[in-house]
């Protein structure tokens, strides 16, 4: 297993070096073929939102949990098949990602409206820039032109999506194999100013944490159990649970992150200064958050004539 993680570690760098140089997707990729694009997917992102106000971040995090696995290639979207197991039910997943259905209803209508020509791979990348505009966050131009991957890889989905309970150099690691730097993984953290998180994901860190307020850990004890109720949803910015800003860096400075991983960000480490500067400049967070997000959706994609153009993002053609 170690063997085989540093041989995708080695080949996934390498493309990313690759297409760091060498990349091919473009802010007017659609502009011809399909030039109604962005506002379909901005549309469907409203209407899912309105409807469902978490689906948002939904949405957000599956753009981030497909793009840890094999790079920004819609692979989290395909159902199981004969010949594959989904991602959906890998560990980091199983009962946990959600949207799926908002994903559907998208690509709808852009099959409405310009058949096989915008790939689920852009609808995620796009639908996860217009969500977190749509909750007050920063915008940013998307880069287009990602193709959908064939199959999926349920293996590498259950040893690349960082869990809650990793420490801060594995989570440091984590980022680096796909590419992204210490500051990245600060920045994109920010990302838990929106979404919730199930018991599950955070009892460890309320009962066996010592970095933790004790009248906030308290709280949500009482909320989670040691045992059961693992499904209990807690949001992972208590504060503003709805809006995309900056509290989430706050609530560090005052030991209330949610999961392990979030307080690791806020201990006594090196990331305390990044924490520190977006806990006090929300507009330097933003910005630094558009261009890490663009980093992140730049791993890996599928282009030219790799892959294919999905008609149905749970299954291949």
Request: glycine fraction near 6%; proline fraction near 4%.
């Amino acid at each position: 297993m170690a063997c085989s993680k540093k041989l995708y570690f080695i080949v996934l760098n390498l493309i990313v070096l690759s297409l760091s140089v060498h990349g091919k997707l473009s802010i007017n990729f659609y502009s011809s073929t399909c030039p109604n694009a962005l506002n379909i997917v901005k549309q469907g992102i409203a209407k899912a939102i309105k409807k469902d106000a978490r689906v948002g971040a939904s949405i957000l995090r599956l753009h981030f949990h497909d793009c840890f696995v094999n790079g920004c290639d819609g692979s989290l979207l395909l159902d199981d098949t004969s010949t594959f197991q989904s991602e959906k039910t890998a560990r980091p997943n199983n009962n946990s990602v959600r949207g799926f259905g908002v994903v559907d209803d998208i690509k709808t209508s852009l099959e409405k409206a310009c058949p096989g020509v915008v790939s689920c791979a852009d609808i995620l990348a796009i639908g996860a820039r217009d969500s977190v505009v749509y909750y007050g966050g920063p915008f940013w131009k998307v880069r287009l032109g990602r193709r959908d991957s064939r199959t999926a890889n349920r293996s590498a989905a259950n040893a690349f999506i960082p869990p809650p309970s990793l420490d801060l150099n594995n989570l440091t690691s984590n980022f680096a194999n796909v590419g992204l730097s210490f500051k990245d993984m600060v920045v994109l953290s920010g990302a838990h100013t929106i979404g919730f998180a199930r018991c599950v994901s955070f009892r460890p860190h309320i009962y066996n944490d010592t970095n933790i307020d004790a009248s906030f850990a308290k709280s949500l004890q009482q909320k989670c159990p040691r045992s059961g109720n693992d499904a209990v949803l807690q949001p992972l910015d208590y504060q503003t649970r709805f809006r995309f800003d900056n509290n989430y860096y706050k609530n560090l400075m005052v030991k209330k992150g949610l999961l392990h991983s979030d307080q690791q960000l806020y201990n006594g480490n090196k990331a305390d200064k990044l924490v520190l500067r977006f806990a006090s400049k929300p507009g330097h967070f933003f910005a630094e958050f558009a261009k890490s997000m663009i980093n992140m959706a730049n791993i890996n994609p599928l282009t030219g004539s790799n892959g294919e153009i999905r008609r149905n993002c749970r299954k291949p053609n």
